[in-house]
């Protein structure tokens, strides 16, 4: 796996190869050892990716949002 | 039924009568908010601001009014016009007669522009490959959905409350932006303008939340004049240059809108959009789990192969030494009786072929030839005589045999004839 933080759909992609590998079967202690940690690491991110889709509810008209924003608008529309 | 002379309470008045079907018809869904095309008869505009005319074609006409202020009313429509409208049917008690009741008009003509319009932008836009274009994929579980739609509208309410029932919580701002008339295309592109500014990971940051990562634009159904702002070049411009996923939900049936075309996704109505792209949180979390437990369940079991091949290997290796030498010992004793036995069929074949040597050389004895009744003849100085080359007559010779021996005299010679 690489540094970068995978977006949850990777990580369910990864998660199940790891799951399906081990229940195939076949290999060593270490492989073993290293692919639970791995998918418990997943699992983990994939959790906590759930729980951070949960958040503020807004619900604004486009002037307020504009004037909130700010100068951020005009950046943009630039 | 009863009969008439049951009614106790006389004729009904003519009011009431004509009150009654006003409501059955006002009522009926049927005959509200139809859009109907026809050509503008006796289009007459009163001084009070209200505008009379008949719609018609060759099957049948209406009377229709449009009362004053209701809406904006294109002046190239003039008697003979051909125009769409959208009405309500009403019956004006005063008269009893039945009218359409018109929220809208549009000449045809305009229309047919419009269509010309949408045609040439979705050529163009397929010259340009955006039709084609290589679609964002779209968040599996997204951290913040924007909704640009009519505030207060009944798509809002639906999405939200459909929002709630897949993910209670879900993190989403709401961007409330006219969905029609003639501002709707600029409030639009001002509201997915907004959706950059919030989907720009950096300033999400700033502003603490996660950065919209899905962008829903919809509106409910209606006429196609009140969904064109979608079929507009500014609002497919903004739409392509969402830097996230983008779903049109525009309720509609009929033709697709350019918004639909080049959306990232496209849903039939603001609801749908929801269906398609909010998860159910139950659904997920059940499946976190089953993969959690068979995650568990596969690594046990493989670290309980380990274990078995471990102590497979132990007990191997308590017994190899002794397996090992049992095995030299046994390949030892293999040897020695291979040795033994090799050297005793050895002896045996030497004593034979001896005893057949010893044989052979008994019966090969000259002393078992004269036993057989040969003589052999010797010359008096010992010269075995196997020829009677060099005899003479009177020549001296012993005679030998198996018990002894006899001198005799040679008397006559005589080569054997060969043809004897």
């Known amino acids: ?77 630039a | 039924m009863s009969s008439r002379s049951d009614v106790t309470t006389g004729p009904l008045p003519i009011g009431q009568f004509v009150q009654l079907v006003r409501r059955t018809i006002v009522q009926d869904s049927l005959f509200r908010n139809q859009a109907l095309k026809g050509e503008v008869t006796q289009w007459k505009k009163y001084a009070s601001g209200h505008t009379y005319f008949s719609l ?44 359409l009741v018109v929220d809208k008009i549009e000449p045809i003509s305009i229309l047919g522009e419009l269509e010309k319009k949408k045609r040439q932008l979705i050529e163009q836009l397929k010259r340009e490959g955006e039709i084609d274009r290589t679609r964002h994929p779209i968040p599996l579980v997204p951290k913040h959905i924007a909704l640009v739609t009519g505030a207060g509208s009944a798509a809002l309410s639906d999405m939200q409350r459909l929002i709630e029932n897949r993910w209670p919580g879900l993190r989403r701002t709401v961007i409330g932006v006219l969905v029609q008339g003639p501002k709707a295309a600029e409030e639009i592109v001002r509201g997915l303008a907004i959706t950059r500014i919030l989907s720009d990971p950096i300033r999400a940051k700033k502003r603490g939340e996660p950065p919209v990562d899905l962008v829903i634009l919809g509106r409910g159904g209606g006429s196609p004049e009140d969904l064109w702002a979608f079929n507009l070049e500014p609002v497919a411009r903004a739409i392509l240059a969402s830097p996230v996923p983008l779903v049109s939900a525009v309720g509609h049936e009929s033709d697709l809108l350019v918004s639909d075309l080049i959306a ?73 009786s291979r040795m033994n036995m090799a050297a005793h069929h050895s002896f045996a074949r030497q004593s034979t072929r001896l005893a057949q040597l010893g044989a052979s050389l008994t019966s090969i004895h000259p002393q078992r030839v004269l036993e057989r009744g040969y003589s052999m003849t010797q010359t008096v100085d010992g010269t075995v005589l196997s020829s009677i080359a060099g005899l003479e007559s009177g020549q001296e010779v012993v005679l030998n045999f198996a018990d002894g021996t006899a001198g005799a005299e040679i008397k006559k010679i005589k080569m054997r004839d060969e043809n004897e």
Request: hydrophobic share 35%; aromatic share 4%; proline share 3%.
């Open chain 2, 56 to 99: 018609r074609d060759n099957d049948g006409q209406m009377s229709a009014v449009i009362w004053k202020g209701k809406c904006a009313v294109d002046p190239s429509i003039k008697e003979g016009s051909e125009v769409v409208v959208l009405a309500s049917l009403d019956l004006y008690a005063k008269r009893g007669n039945i009218q």
């Open chain 2, 264 to 336: 990232d996704l496209r849903a039939s109505t603001p609801s749908d959009a929801v269906e398609r792209v909010v998860p159910s949180r139950n659904e997920m979390e059940f499946f976190l789990d089953e993969m959690s437990e068979r995650l568990s369940i596969a690594s046990r079991r493989q670290l309980a192969d380990c274990q078995n091949r471990l102590s497979m290997l132990q007990s191997r290796l308590v017994v190899a030494p002794l397996m090992g030498l049992n095995r030299a010992k046994g390949d030892l004793m293999g040897f020695s």
């Open chain 1, 1 to 77: 796996m690489s540094d970068e933080i995978p977006t949850y759909s990777d990580a369910v992609q990864r998660l199940e190869t790891i799951v399906s590998t081990l229940e195939r079967g076949g290999m060593g202690l270490d492989e073993t050892l290293k692919l639970y940690e791995e998918g418990a690491e997943l699992l983990k991110l994939c959790k906590k990716e759930l729980a951070a889709a949960e958040g503020k509810l807004n619900e604004m008209q486009l002037d307020e949002l504009e004037s909130e924003l700010g100068s951020e608008t005009n950046d943009s529309n």
